[in-house]
């Protein structure tokens, strides 16, 4: 593992930008805003790039609000966001593109989307990011997720996690996904349960 930093001057206030880096390709990368001036145990946001909602600002998912919200945060209250290079959780952007062609042709959901095209719904793995933690001595992180398998997938990296939740109200366009994510995928939304 490589890995460089400097400093990132944003609307949200100065961080410390690093990368770290497994390989030659950039989605080997992972990219970390560093905010050191916490208490007790840091926020820390695990995000998956969303390029359709964080580049082109797609309205159909709360990806982009998510990463704002926990840039925020962090900024206020201290802490790690780290992002990852993968779209499509860890899918890649074709196959989402695929996946979401089907639902605008067949009017399937991502999740069935997924199944349809033979990918499993959220292939990511968080062994790099559970590294990266223990690059810088966390020990004890304050999750940012409303995603369970998230929380499981860095405590069974050695690290103990107390979720936080990170809930973006749902818009017309967005609420299909979302409402997919908590009733076939597990994610804890409050608005969604029953």
């Known amino acids: 593992?490589?890995?460089?930093?400097?400093?990132?001057r944003t609307k949200f206030g100065e961080f410390k930008f690093h990368?770290?880096?497994w390989g030659a390709h950039e989605e080997d990368n992972l990219l970390v805003l560093e905010n050191g001036n916490f208490l007790g145990h840091p926020l820390v946001r695990v995000q998956s790039a969303c390029y359709s909602a964080e580049i082109f600002r797609s309205l159909d998912c709360d990806c982009h609000a998510q990463l704002a919200k926990s840039q925020q945060l962090i900024a206020e209250k201290g802490g790690y966001l780290?992002?990852?290079l993968c779209d499509g959780r860890g899918a890649g952007l074709l196959n989402k593109l695929r996946g979401m062609e089907l639902g605008e042709t067949e009017g399937l959901d991502t999740s069935d989307a997924y199944q349809k095209?033979?990918?499993?719904?959220d292939p990511r793995?968080?062994?790099r990011v559970c590294t990266v933690i223990k690059y810088f001595d966390l020990k004890h992180i304050l999750l940012l997720t409303n995603n369970p398998r998230?929380?499981?997938a860095i405590e069974r990296g050695g690290i103990l996690v107390d979720r936080q939740p990170l809930e973006i109200g749902s818009t017309p366009e967005s609420r299909p996904y979302l409402a997919t994510k908590s009733k076939k995928m597990g994610h804890?939304?409050?608005e969604f349960e029953d």
Not at 1 to 7: A, D, G, K, L, P
Not at 117 to 121: A, T, V
């Open 1 to 8: 593992m490589e890995h460089s930093s400097t400093t990132l």
């Open 19 to 21: 990368c770290f880096s």
């Open 82 to 84: 780290i992002y990852m």
């Open 117 to 121: 095209l033979g990918i499993p719904q």
């Open 125 to 127: 793995d968080y062994e």
């Open 150 to 152: 998230k929380v499981s």
């Open 188 to 190: 804890l939304l409050s």
